[in-house]
């Protein structure tokens, strides 16, 4: 068997298209002086320190933002930076009417403590859905800004089966920024759900009873051809790059999927790049549009 490659590069597209035209309509209604009283929607990103990686998730992040229609505001900060100064900064944006979403990118330096920042965010304006009231609301059902990373994954998922009910689903990693809320979404969705870990006893066992596989440990091509189950759906969100040194790597992206032998024994698998990792940019841009119509009284649009 040679699986299907999930399009997650074309799939974002759509679903940026799709919050473009809200914003279009949002806007619209603000320029016309309509009844409703106008909207655009603003996402505030701030960047402590200068990790490589975080720069270019950032300028991306701002990219797309302006791309949809939306105000993209960007405040960078010296590595230096302290505790005080950021939530300051964090406090000043709850108060902003302007900004809808706030996101402070991970990792921050190790003199701010991360959860202390995060919990200082409006939770109405958490469109990473980090807060632990959002996190809170997950895992108990209620209406939540849920991450951006597992929410593109799950929207995946639903537009390959539509219905997830019953499905056997083993998330591979703990994280709260994907394990966690991964595991929540999937039992939202009925599924019957496994999450594993490093400490995880027989891990390749665990694994080939998924008939859906999440691989979010950011371990390079840990997730070998044995480990899955045939036919099952494997969703890879690792984002690594291969040291210039390694066989075959010359500074490559690969996940955490070994994709060329799991292709041939998985039903459906997403590539890296072009699978997980544009949902997550085009997910933030829709809780952020989620926010916005929730901070002025409107309804949030479906964009499923
Ligand atoms: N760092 C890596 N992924 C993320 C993310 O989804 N949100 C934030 N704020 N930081 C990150």
């Not at 035209?21 to 009283?37: F, K, S, Y």
């Not at 996940?255 to 024994?265: E, I, L």
Request: charged share 20%; with cysteine.
């Amino acid at each position: 068997m040679t699986a299907e490659i999930i399009d997650g590069k074309a799939f974002a597209a759509g679903l940026r298209a799709r919050v473009a035209e809200q914003v279009a309509a949002l806007t619209a209604d603000n320029e016309a002086g309509g009844a409703g009283g106008g909207l655009r929607p603003g996402l505030a990103v701030v960047l402590v320190g200068d990790n490589p990686a975080s720069e270019v998730y950032v300028r991306n992040k701002a990219r797309q933002t302006l791309e949809v229609g939306m105000r993209s505001f960007e405040h960078r900060l010296e590595a230096s930076t302290s505790q005080g100064e950021l939530l300051a900064l964090v406090e000043r944006l709850n108060r902003d009417p302007a900004v809808h979403g706030i996101l402070v990118q991970l990792p921050l330096p190790e003199q701010i403590d991360a959860a202390a920042v995060i919990n200082a965010i409006d939770p109405a304006k958490d469109v990473d859905g980090f807060h632990i009231l959002n996190a809170g609301r997950l895992a108990t059902g209620q209406d939540a800004l849920v991450p951006c990373t597992p929410l593109g994954c799950l929207m995946l998922l639903q537009a390959r089966f539509g219905d997830l009910s019953g499905q056997r689903a083993v998330v591979l990693g703990r994280s709260n920024i994907v394990g966690k809320p991964m595991a929540q979404l999937l039992l939202g969705a009925n599924c019957t759900v496994t999450l594993a870990h490093s400490r995880t006893r027989d891990l390749p066992a665990i694994c080939r009873e998924g008939d859906i596989l999440i691989a979010a440990v950011g371990r390079p091509r840990m997730v070998e051809a044995g480990w899955v189950k045939p036919g099952a759906t494997v969703i890879d969100v690792g984002i690594n790059r291969l040291e210039p040194e390694t066989p075959g790597g010359k500074g490559r992206l690969v996940g955490d999927v070994d994709f060329d032998a799991v292709r041939q024994v998985a039903g459906a698998i997403t590539p890296v790049p072009g699978g997980v990792g544009p949902m997550t940019i085009a997910c933030l841009l829709a809780n952020t549009l989620t926010a916005a119509c929730r901070a002025t009284g409107r309804a949030a649009p479906k964009l499923l």
